[in-house]
Structure formats: structure tokens, C-alpha cells
């Protein structure tokens, strides 16, 4: 038996967990030149240091993105993977598959590409990684012919993603899947074609658990929520109480009877509940809807009937001024005007788009231009009005300036116009 | 014929199964029945249990046509994959639950990742495709959960545990509200090759490629010179110029950071905070990055209340009661100090005499 050409890479098929170089070498079995791929990469592993090249305009007729040029470094050493691109396949909202549609899809890689790929990469697409310069077009033919569609990439709106939803979870306040839908369908045009100062990312998540992360990683983020009061299953309360119900939904792995006193009240964050050995008692107008209680006792407590998300802006990643969260901007959006998407909804993201547009920096997220230019601007330009829920607390320093219509004098409007 | 351009994807309900349409929206409640198994009971009394299965995110369609098999034997067809990397295949008769989970134990597929677990660690490309990377992604993630997986197996932990890896500080993985979160670092600034640069590159644009403006023509070569002061090691330049690489064998490595959470629940979320400043790539296995990891997880487990994550934890016994519990070094390193005038920093220093003693203190 010839020598193994790739020693340490070897090392990662032993152990428990799944191993991504059985996967590589099980697709090079069906195409010789994937094994290139893990012929670079134990280059990499020998010399502690990367072999990928970015770089090169490649894409598909009509789009702007989508596709993430990829090269090698030593393509004579490498020939299979010389020019090795990733496309981005828009997923599903929620990622629900049949396995016919997920057959169709393996037959079109396995036909133009590597026959590797990620479920999912990090924004939510279906990651399919590295085919050659000349398979881009004819991929992205054969999937259209399938009803699939690329991601976004570059300065434009990214594939816009969501949790389980209403499909699978009694926690979503909207239908979150619905809208994730309905508004990838209406920004087709933003999704495809780069023409923003950077990119702009949108997760929906139907509850405060956050499954999609979306405040760390969406420039605007919808999160579930309600505004009344906690539904509540007084027997199924009891049954927590005796023991008969696992508590934490059965997260813990030996039977653990909740302490409703000590695990759920005492943990409130607003010390808005009390039980006294029979009964809950819940004071709604005071609860912030951290979810602990409901997560706590699933099958007693329920999110309240009049359900919306609140909506949110401003997450990135560190570069350039460190990492931000998204804020609250709108407190409350009745999930009937989620889905279908009313012209409130549409107005509020397209005049989002318009300002930052207009606003920002050339590779200026929006949480960033907020930063820079003051959230105040921001609320004015769109009409917004200032409420003590978009702050953690008010300033403690005395630099603050009025609006010259405030003082009396002239707007000085206009001269922002020329 | 040219193909149709944004048809958009496909929609989500045409590869549902008839019972989740029929209870879409109407689920009830929903109970972890043992580690990976959860049954969701709609209004309706109808039941779905879903099977949480780990894997990498690196696969070939081999295996995701073996899921596809899983689906048809056992689930109509239907499974669905989860905001980590997990596969969860979606039973509708209980009697193919146990079967199903036999096949998966045989077949070698890790079941688990419910509550209190470390479930799959969401990561980004590393040396497998990305231009940019510190360290590789999915070999760090494999070691970490070769030696994790029976907490990826079990629930014993005092509340879930989420990893997540980066391959430098772009942060794709957005990696930066993880309980454990792993981060490729480079250390130096990219290597100019002042005789390639005008060659292969545009200048212009690699100038402006900088977000913090430390690249400056260099007009005696028509090259560009580094301001390593300025330089935060992004890996913009060289997107635009291949021939001023990053990565460096040997002053990359990894840090990681602790105590970052997403959900609401409790408290808000919370950015992970620095840990560990540097471990030295050492592939194949990453021997000092795995024992760091199972050091925090450990003391945490031991430490922590129930309910409290890894960041409620740390906040209610101390930073410096972690560095002590944790024998991590406290370095001049974990002092923020970046921004204007210390604006960061301001917010971090203690500015109360209220601290424990520890052996910090000689």
C-alpha cells in the first residue's frame, strides 16, 4: 500500500466526532481532483500557514454576488484546485429539507463541483465549496433550473435567515419563517446586485432565546415577543411542582424536580412572579420577557396571545471599533403586520437602506454609522420618535446639543441637502 | 436559453411533511425526552420528535445523502439542519424513534446537543478556504469535540455550553457572544513584497483597502509600506493584493474568550470576554487549545449554579476568582485599552475597592 500523502491529516479520521477529512476523501473517491483540496491542506497543516488566494471578478450573468472567488497559491502544485470558488445557495427559511429537493441539489454539485459543502455557513446559505471558473454559469443554470437561487456576498443584502419557527417551536411570536421568505422574494434586487456602502445582514428569530443569534450578527434583527400577559397552565404549574414534570423542558440529564421558588422565582430578573406552595402569581405589566420562566416550565407557561417582534439594529463583528449589539428601535410590531409584509414593515426597512445609504461611510456597517453620527440623527431622519426603550440608561456626560429648531432659529436643513 | 435570475429561494413549506403543515404554529409545548431526542406536542395531540444528530460542517454529498436515506427510512423525507451545524431528523411515528436512533449509533453519528450540552461548535472555513485565517477551523473544532463529545452526548451541565470558532478576527462566525469562544490571531502585519506589489496589484485600492489607513504609498519602489502601529491584521489588503500576505507559521495562533451569550433569558446578552491571549497552532491536534478548553468547561461545571451560564457565573464569583479558579495567566493583555483616550477601557477598569483576595495578590 502506497504511503499516505497526507500524515497529519490522517490523524483527524480517529476520535468519536464526525471527521470532515473522511468527507473530503470520500468526495475525492468520486472526483480525483477534490483530493487536492486535502493535498493543500496538509501543506497547511505541515507549515502552519494558509494556501488560498482571494481574488478575481467571478460570478454568474446578471448578478453581483453570490459567488466568493477562491485561488490557490501554488497552483502547479495543486492543479485540481487551481481556481476553486464557493457559490452560495440561498437555504430555505429555517432550513427544512425534503430529501428529493436535497438529492437534486447533490446531483447538480456532484455534476459541476467539488461535491463538498457546508450545512450551513456562517450567514445561513447552503455552502457549496469550490468548482471551477468555467462550471459557475452552468451550476447556476441547472439550480435556477431547480427553484434554487444564489446568497448574497460583496456590499449588498446577505441572505437574510431564521430559527425553527412556527414549523416546529410553540415559541414563535410572528411567523418568522414567513417573513424571511416574503422579504428574500421582495429584495431580490438588493440581495443580488452590491450596491450599498457595505453589506447588511437580517435575522428573524421568533422568540428572546435568539436560536439565529441575530442581536450579535444581523444589522437588523426581529425578535419575537408579546405584550400580554404570560399564558399560563395552573395544573401543569402543580405538576412542576410535584415532580411529575422534568424541570428546564427536561434540559438536565437525571429527572430533576423544579424548585419553583428557588429556580424561577429567585431567578427572575424583575422579580415580577410569586408562588406560595399552590398558585403562580405573575404581574405581567412588570415582566420583561426574558423567557426563563417558559423555558423553565415549557409545558405550563406560554408566551401571551398578543405576539409581535421587536426590532432591532446595528450588529457586527469587531473590525473596525470592536463588536457591536444591535439596539432596540422599534419596541413593538404586531405580527400582523409581519406577514403579510404591511407598507409600515417595507417603509421602515427601505428608509433604513435610504438613510445609511446616504449617511455612511464607504465600509461603514450601520451599527457603526449610528455610532459615528449619533443614534438622535438617525430616529430624526426617519421620524422617529426618542423612547427610554432604546437605552440601557440615559447619559452621565453634559455633551448634548439641540436641534436649531429648538432653540428658535433656523433649520439649517437645507445646507445638509446640497 | 439563459437561466432565471432571482427566483429567490425555495419556499420553506414545500419541503415540509404534511403533519407540520397541518400544526404549523399550533405547537403547544415541547419536552427533551433524553440527550438529542425532543418531542413537540401541537394542540392538535399530534407529536413530532426530532433527533439532533452532530456533525462537521465540512461534508460531502455522500453524507448528506446518507441523511437523505436516514429521512426516507425513518421521517418521510423530512429533516431539517439547526443554527449550528446540527442535522435533526423530524419523526412523526414513535415506533421508528428507537430504530432510527439504533441505525444513527451504529452508523457512528453523535446523538445529542439539547439543553444542558455543548452542542455543535459553529465555525468558520480556516485553511480549509479562506484567505485570511490564523489557524484552520475545522481541525481545532474536531479535536475540541473528540475530546468534549460526552458533553455533547449528555445534558450534566449546570446550563448549556455554546463554542464557537473563528478563524481571525473578521469574526464570520461572529463569534463574539459564545460562552467559549475560540479566535484565530495573527500577531504581525502583513509581509510586503515590495517587488510583486507593483506588479499584481492595484495600488490605489489597496491603500484604500485599510480600514484604519496604515498602508502609504512607498514612491521610492511604487510599492506601499505598513504602519505596524495602525495595523489591526483584518486581511483587507490582501484581498485586493496577493502579494502582501498575513499568515505567519509561526506567530499565528489562537486566543479564546469566555462568558458571551445571545438569549435574553435572565440577563442580556453579553459580549465573551478574553480568556487566554495566545496558543500556538499546533496542528494536527491542537493538544494546548483542547486542555485550555476542557480546563474552563470543567471548573465551570463544578463552579457554576444551575441555570447559570458560563458568563453568570464568572460575573457572580469574579474575574479574578476565574483566573484563579481557571490557573489562566492574567496578562497586561486582558486590560482594555483600545479606542480613543481609553474610551473602552474607561468601562473596565474597577473603580470600587469591592474585589476578593486571590493569589494575585503577593
Known amino acids: ?418 | 436559453m439563459p437561466a432565471k435570475t432571482d427566483i429567490g429561494p425555495p419556499y420553506f413549506k414545500d419541503f415540509m411533511s404534511d403533519l407540520v403543515k397541518k400544526n404549523y404554529g399550533q405547537w403547544l409545548y415541547h419536552e427533551i425526552e433524553k440527550p438529542g431526542v425532543m418531542v413537540h406536542v401541537a394542540e392538535s395531540g399530534d407529536k413530532l420528535w426530532s433527533v439532533r444528530v452532530g456533525g462537521a460542517r465540512l461534508i460531502c454529498t455522500d453524507r448528506v445523502r446518507d441523511y437523505c436515506e436516514l429521512a426516507d427510512e425513518f421521517c418521510g423525507g423530512h429533516f431539517r439542519f439547526t443554527s449550528r451545524h446540527n442535522v435533526e431528523f423530524l419523526v412523526e411515528d414513535q415506533a421508528k424513534l428507537q430504530p432510527l436512533i439504533d441505525k444513527l449509533t451504529a452508523k457512528g453519528y453523535p446523538i445529542g446537543g439539547t439543553g444542558c450540552s455543548i452542542t455543535s461548535i459553529v465555525h468558520t472555513q480556516g485553511w480549509v478556504h479562506c484567505h485570511t485565517p490564523a489557524t484552520d477551523a475545522s481541525g481545532v473544532v474536531k479535536s475540541v469535540m473528540d475530546e468534549l463529545i460526552d458533553y455533547f452526548k449528555g445534558m450534566k451541565l449546570p446550563a448549556q455550553l455554546r463554542i464557537a470558532l473563528a478563524c481571525c478576527l473578521n469574526m464570520c462566525g461572529a463569534v463574539h457572544c459564545s460562552d467559549i469562544a475560540i479566535l484565530g490571531m495573527h500577531r504581525l502585519p502583513p509581509k510586503v513584497d515590495p517587488e510583486k506589489v507593483p506588479k499584481m496589484c492595484e495600488v490605489p485600492s489597496t491603500i484604500g483597502s485599510c480600514p484604519t489607513a496604515a498602508i502609504k504609498p512607498d514612491p521610492k519602489t511604487k510599492s506601499v509600506k505598513v504602519n505596524g502601529e495602525r495595523c489591526m491584521y483584518c486581511g483587507n489588503c490582501y484581498t485586493m493584493c496577493p502579494a502582501m500576505p498575513l499568515a505567519d507559521s509561526e506567530n499565528d495562533g489562537i486566543s479564546l474568550w469566555v462568558g458571551g451569550k445571545v438569549s435574553s433569558a435572565r440577563t442580556a446578552p453579553r459580549f465573551s470576554k478574553l480568556a487566554v491571549p495566545y496558543l500556538p497552532n499546533n496542528p494536527p491536534r491542537w493538544p494546548e487549545t483542547v486542555e485550555a478548553i476542557k480546563n474552563i468547561v470543567e471548573k465551570y461545571a463544578a463552579g457554576a449554579k444551575r441555570y447559570e451560564r458560563v458568563g453568570d457565573w464568572i460575573e457572580r464569583i469574579g474575574w479574578e476568582k476565574f483566573f484563579e479558579v481557571t490557573g489562566i495567566e492574567f496578562t497586561d493583555k486582558h486590560i482594555d485599552d483600545f479606542g480613543e483616550a481609553g474610551s473602552y477601557g474607561i468601562t473596565t477598569l474597577r473603580r470600587t475597592t469591592m474585589f476578593k483576595f486571590t493569589s494575585h495578590i503577593k
Open chain 1, 1 to 418: 500500500m502506497a504511503e499516505s500523502k497526507t500524515p497529519l491529516l490522517d490523524e483527524l479520521e480517529k476520535g468519536p466526532w464526525p471527521s470532515f477529512v473522511a468527507d473530503i476523501k470520500m468526495a475525492a473517491k468520486r472526483k480525483a481532483t477534490t483530493m487536492d483540496l486535502l493535498n493543500v491542506l496538509e501543506l497547511s497543516y505541515k507549515e502552519k500557514i494558509v494556501h488560498w488566494k482571494h481574488g478575481g471578478i467571478v460570478g454568474v450573468m446578471g448578478y453581483g454576488g453570490g459567488v466568493v472567488g477562491r485561488y490557490v497559491d501554488q497552483p502547479d502544485k495543486f492543479p485540481g484546485v487551481e481556481n476553486f470558488h464557493t457559490i452560495r445557495v440561498n437555504q430555505p427559511a429555517g432550513w427544512y429539507y425534503s430529501s428529493t429537493a436535497m438529492r437534486t441539489l447533490c446531483d447538480i454539485w456532484d455534476k459541476h463541483g467539488s461535491g463538498m459543502t457546508n450545512f450551513h455557513g456562517s450567514t445561513g446559505d447552503i455552502i457549496l465549496l469550490g468548482t471551477n471558473t468555467d462550471a459557475l454559469q452552468p451550476c447556476f443554470d441547472d439550480l435556477s433550473e431547480a427553484g434554487f437561487d444564489l446568497g448574497g456576498s460583496g456590499s449588498a443584502l446577505r441572505t437574510p435567515s431564521t430559527c425553527a419557527g412556527p414549523g416546529r417551536c410553540e415559541w414563535a411570536c410572528y411567523d418568522n419563517l414567513q417573513v424571511c421568505y416574503d422579504l428574500t422574494q421582495k429584495y431580490q434586487m438588493e440581495l443580488h446586485r452590491p450596491m450599498w456602502p457595505y453589506k447588511f445582514k437580517m435575522k428573524f428569530s421568533g422568540c428572546p432565546n435568539d436560536c439565529v443569534a441575530s442581536v450579535a450578527r444581523s444589522d437588523m434583527a426581529f425578535i419575537g415577543t408579546w405584550r400580554d400577559a404570560i399564558r399560563v397552565d395552573a395544573a401543569a404549574v402543580k405538576a412542576y411542582a410535584a415532580g411529575e414534570l422534568k424541570a428546564n423542558g427536561g434540559a438536565h440529564e437525571e429527572h430533576v424536580k423544579l424548585d419553583i421558588q428557588k429556580d424561577v422565582v429567585d431567578l427572575c430578573p424583575t422579580q415580577c412572579m410569586s408562588w406560595d406552595g399552590d398558585k403562580l402569581s405573575i404581574n405581567n405589566a412588570e415582566c420583561n420577557r426574558c423567557m426563563h420562566c417558559i423555558n423553565c416550565m415549557p409545558r405550563a407557561l406560554r408566551p401571551g396571545a398578543d405576539q409581535g417582534c421587536t426590532i432591532l439594529l446595528g450588529a457586527k463583528a469587531p473590525i473596525l471599533n470592536g463588536a457591536l449589539m444591535s439596539s432596540v428601535i422599534i419596541p413593538f410590531m404586531p405580527r400582523e403586520k409581519m406577514t403579510p409584509v404591511s407598507d409600515e414593515l417595507a417603509e421602515f426597512i427601505e428608509n433604513t437602506w435610504e438613510f445609511w445609504d446616504e449617511n455612511a461611510k464607504f465600509r461603514e456597517r450601520i451599527g457603526e454609522m449610528i455610532e459615528r453620527i449619533g443614534l438622535r440623527v438617525y430616529l430624526k431622519g426617519m421620524g422617529i420618535k426618542a423612547i427610554p426603550q432604546m437605552v440601557k440608561e440615559p447619559r452621565s456626560n453634559p455633551y448634548f446639543f439641540w436641534w436649531p429648531e429648538e432653540l428658535g432659529l433656523e433649520s439649517n436643513e437645507e445646507e445638509d441637502d446640497d
